[in-house]
């Protein structure tokens, strides 16, 4: 797992990421609703090249945005909304990182399901304001007609192996002890088109199928399976997918 969660330092990957489909609004909305404390200031961990921070810095009076990745951050900086004043990036694991709270909110993507979960709530929640909550956001295209010709694709390839669909990274961090769970919300659908290339780079954005991780051929068949699986389903080689978050958010806790 530590070596796949190195693979985000590539440069190559955080190129790769920008072709990820972003959040729908309703997730701005929501994080933007559930600040109760003031200073109304939000710590991104995990933040990546700023795909929750960057829409989210126009809402709130601060962002530290921290992410272990050099190559992730400096994408960010370069990507729409990065040069926000209010926008701190750090280049850090969260463990170490300079946090200069109170935080009214701390989000996490996907990325939180590398982390050292004690480690990393212990050092978050004496940074809190009293109503703090923290908010893990996941999200993705539901209900892809071509799914089922990919998946095979993917997990041939994947780095991976012992991917678990089923697996819950909010439950697993609750069994721990780690999360006073307070609510879930799932977004209505947004419809995101995309051409069938982007499509495919997304999946060189992953940890498990990064094209630093593949010889040339290989990630060559692998771009080839995906596209002959859903260019019957596109439309002059554009796809309609829709993309759909899951937020669950709670008041973390020291193990």
Do not use: C
């Not at 701190?88 to 300079?98: G, K, R």
């Not at 908010?135 to 012992?162: C, F, M, T, Y």
Request: net charge negative.
């Amino acid at each position: 797992m530590t070596d796949l969660a190195a693979t985000f330092k590539h440069e190559a990957v955080a190129e790769a990421y920008q072709h990820r489909p972003p959040y729908p609004d309703e997730v701005f909305d929501r994080l933007d609703a559930l600040i109760a404390d003031e200073p109304r200031r939000v710590l991104d961990i995990g933040a990546g090249e700023g795909a929750i921070a960057r829409p989210l810095g126009s809402r709130v009076e601060s962002i530290d945005a921290v992410d272990m990745s050099q190559a992730m951050v400096a994408a960010g900086r370069q990507r729409p909304g990065g040069d926000q004043a209010n926008i701190h990036w750090q280049v850090s694991s969260i463990e170490t990182a300079e946090l200069t709270g109170p935080y009214a909110l701390v989000t996490a993507g996907a990325s939180i399901h590398w982390m050292p979960w004690e480690e990393t709530f212990a050092r978050i929640v004496p940074h809190l304001t009293p109503n703090a909550q923290l908010v893990v956001i996941e999200h993705g295209a539901v209900d892809e007609p071509w799914w089922d010709d990919i998946a095979p694709v993917l997990q041939r390839h994947s780095r991976k192996q012992n991917h678990d669909p089923k697996f819950s990274v909010v439950d697993a961090i609750r069994e721990r002890g780690l999360l006073d769970l307070t609510g879930t919300t799932r977004t209505a659908p947004v419809t995101y088109h995309q051409r069938i290339d982007d499509y495919i780079e997304q999946f060189h954005s992953t940890s498990s199928l990064a094209r630093d991780l593949m010889p040339a051929d290989e990630a060559a068949t692998f771009d080839t399976s995906i596209e002959r699986a859903v260019s019957p389903y596109a439309l002059d080689g554009v796809l309609e997918l829709q993309i759909v978050a899951e937020l669950s958010w709670g008041r973390p806790r020291v193990a």
